[in-house]
């Protein structure tokens, strides 16, 4: 089996040839290419070939042309903040008051500052597409207000305020989140992450998840015109697991919070379950450590397929080493195979 064979079996709980692995890089990209993640991530193609350099170097199962989480929040108008070894962060909120909503202006797909990541999608799908998943990443509607307005606004919005304002902010996440998902599959995305942090039992309880995202979350993906896979940046869901299934989504990534072998009897086959390799860890393990969490996470998950061995967050550390990254796909391929 190829990548794309090896993940599409995994996806439709058969069993594949061995369980597939993705390394989710993305500040990666410009310490393989020598350069500063300010200039990495101004060119599309200086991802599209970090990603391509990637796949042949550690021989993982995904290419993962995907920017940073603020760039959305860019194309709303916030400012981003870039550093020199981790992801770029959203600056200064674009919503300083409730009354900036009503003006706040939906940004097209098209628009320059999404240019890029689009065309690194095209990019690396003229090189891979149908032999390795092309993976992104889409910013849920419930949680992208955080970048824009901030977190405490928001949630003071959320739990307190005026429930108008609410709803005109989501729908303008959702239209958002819809467009940007479905032009990224456009281009040539396999599949998304729809990233809703905010709606993990680390942030919301289960009843407020019900009233304010449930429904939100279900109608959003309806609309996508491709596979997403649920996923918190590291959160547990594990107050909410028995609902995920109901949203459409295709695969649950899994905080290493959680247990696997819990995760896969309370999904069965409706999900593909993804994770649950600790990334901030990562950054500390040595080859042994790698082997160990990659075998552990094996022993829980791996069986009957339906499993994708990732990290839980879908962002590898900056300074998590090659001898680190090389083990687990090495371990995989060792204590991976179903054959």
């Known amino acids: 089996m190829n990548s794309f064979e090896r993940v599409v079996a995994a996806l439709t709980h058969k069993i594949p040839d061995k369980v597939p692995v993705f390394l989710f890089f993305t500040v990666h990209g410009a310490r393989e ?77 098209d628009s320059p500052v999404l240019e890029e990541p689009l065309k690194a999608i095209e990019l690396v799908a003229e090189k891979v597409k149908g032999e390795i998943p092309i993976i992104s990443a889409v910013i849920a509607p419930f949680s992208l207000p955080v970048m824009l307005m901030g977190f405490t606004k928001w949630i003071e919005l959320l739990l307190f305020g005026d429930k108008n304002t609410r709803n005109k902010l989501l729908r303008k996440t959702k239209k958002f989140c819809v467009a940007w998902a479905n032009a990224q599959f456009k281009a040539g995305a396999d599949a998304l992450g729809y990233f809703d942090p905010l709606a993990t039992a680390d942030i919301i309880t289960r009843d407020e998840f019900l009233r304010y995202d449930f429904r939100l979350t279900k109608d959003t993906i309806r609309k996508l015109k491709g596979p997403v896979a649920y996923a918190g940046a590291g959160g547990s869901f594990n107050s909410i697991i028995d609902l995920l299934p109901e949203t459409g989504a295709a695969g649950i990534v899994v905080s290493s919070k959680d247990d696997l072998t819990d995760v896969k009897k309370k999904v069965g086959d409706r999900l593909v379950v993804m994770g649950n390799l600790n990334n901030i860890e990562m950054a500390r393990w040595t080859v042994a450590d790698a082997r160990k969490a990659v075998r552990e996470c094996l022993g829980k998950g791996a069986q009957d397929g339906g499993f994708i061995l990732s990290d839980q967050h879908g962002e590898i550390p900056y300074y998590v080493g090659d001898d680190v990254l090389a083990a687990i796909v090495e371990t995989v391929e060792k204590y991976g195979r179903y054959e």
């Open 33 to 109: 290419l020598g350069i500063s993640l300010r200039e990495y991530f101004s060119k599309a193609e200086y991802v599209a070939d970090a990603q391509l350099k990637l796949v042949k170097k550690f021989g993982h199962d995904c290419v993962y042309p995907f920017f940073y989480a603020a760039k959305e929040a860019q194309a709303f108008g916030c400012s981003v903040v870039f550093y020199e070894d981790g992801p770029p962060n959203s600056g200064d909120p674009v919503i300083a008051s409730y009354e900036d909503i009503d003006d706040l202006d939906v940004p097209r797909p």
